[in-house]
């Protein structure tokens, strides 16, 4: 199992010693949102801890690597492009980093440990129980090899993350910000190129299953008030942790696919505006004037509750129509749609 994490901090880099260089930063110009048909890219020698490696510069990204596999490195220096791409599009058009997004993908776990330490001080402790995964702190995203397809999945999540970290003005609160990770997940390839399909998920969808098989469902106030940070503390150490935490994200990237097509897309727009908004500052302001200052004290908690209300209406019964979407999702039939990044709802009378 794959898990992701977060944490919205401040952007540091490294050097060529391999220790991080305060506030080292390269602006990107503004260009056109289109899907990039090759991904030019610039290589230089860099080095960690006495691995050798290097850097290497697109158009958004800035990648150092002592990934050893050249296949790897080059299938992520063009997927991350593309995921941007996938990010700024799939949900309504949404801005541009405004510098290039550090990432580091390391050739084993030992150095990418040792990286965490560096980059997130205390806070590495957190990330480096994750058994398989990787995580994006202070607009910088931290991957090592777990194989072509997982370290491409851990990037896609993560790199939401490390986008919204860089680039939105207001933060959005982990329910909605790690259902859309996931939402990002979905990934296939058509030849040379990264092609994104938010259905084709089957560990989510999977997850959702057993969820639902063993009555571990929760309503979206339940969700709501949950911290994927604690889940992530308590998943080694507590019986049933690792599940909860994976039903978290499972009930998460639900929830984004029931905003954006159940109902008949009836949330759709409103889902639209609250990404626009958090992008431009306006999300805050939004939820104070509809919940008032008890809206937006929960809001700096982190609560996604101010945040639902607000866009998508009375919460109980937003929970009730999910709910009745996450039924027919994993309804008998539904796997095959799921397998090929179809929606297993749309036109099943959800």
Not at 47 to 76: K, L, N, Q, S, W
Not at 186 to 210: D, I, S
Not at 255 to 271: D, S
Request: overall charge neutral.
């Amino acid at each position: 199992m794959l898990v992701g994490a977060s944490v919205a901090c401040v952007l540091a880099a490294c050097a060529s010693s391999g220790r991080p260089a305060a506030g080292s930063v390269e602006t990107v110009s503004p260009a056109a949102i289109s899907a990039p048909v090759d991904v030019p890219m610039t290589r230089e020698s860099w080095a960690f801890d006495g691995a050798a490696g290097e850097i290497i510069r697109t158009v958004h990204y800035r990648m150092y690597t002592t990934e050893r596999d050249p296949v790897i490195v080059r299938r992520i220096v063009v997927f991350l492009e593309h995921a941007l791409t996938h990010y700024r599009t799939a949900l309504g058009e949404l801005p541009e980093p405004p510098q290039r997004l550090d990432t580091y993908l390391m050739d084993n776990r030992q150095q990418w440990a040792a990286l965490a330490v560096r980059i997130a001080g205390g806070a590495a402790d957190t990330f480096t129980r994750l058994q398989r995964g990787g995580f994006a702190t202070r607009g910088i995203g931290l991957y090592y090899d777990l194989g072509l397809y997982d370290t491409l999945a851990i990037a896609s999540h993560e790199g939401w993350h490390q986008y919204t970290q860089r680039t939105f003005r207001n933060s959005i609160p982990p329910l909605i910000e790690e259902g859309l990770a996931t939402y990002m997940e979905g990934h296939g390839w058509e030849g040379a190129t990264p092609t994104f399909k938010p259905w084709a998920n089957l560990e989510r969808f999977e997850q959702l299953e057993r969820a639902a098989r063993a009555g571990r469902l929760r309503s979206l106030g339940q969700l709501a008030r949950a911290e994927p940070g604690a889940l992530v503390r308590s998943s080694s150490s507590v019986a049933g942790g690792q599940d909860a935490l994976l039903d978290y994200y499972a009930q998460a990237w639900a929830m984004i696919h029931f905003l954006n097509e159940g109902q008949g897309g009836k949330h759709a727009a409103a889902l639209r505006l609250l990404l626009q908004d958090a992008a431009s500052g306006e999300l805050a302001r939004r939820v104070r004037t509809a919940r008032g200052r008890a809206g937006a004290a929960a809001l700096v908690r982190r609560e996604a509750e101010p945040v639902l209300t607000t866009y998508f209406g009375d919460l109980t019964q937003l929970d009730s129509a999910y709910q009745l979407f996450v039924d027919a999702l994993v309804a008998p039939g539904t796997r095959e749609a799921i397998s090929v990044g179809r929606s297993p709802v749309v036109g099943r009378g959800e």
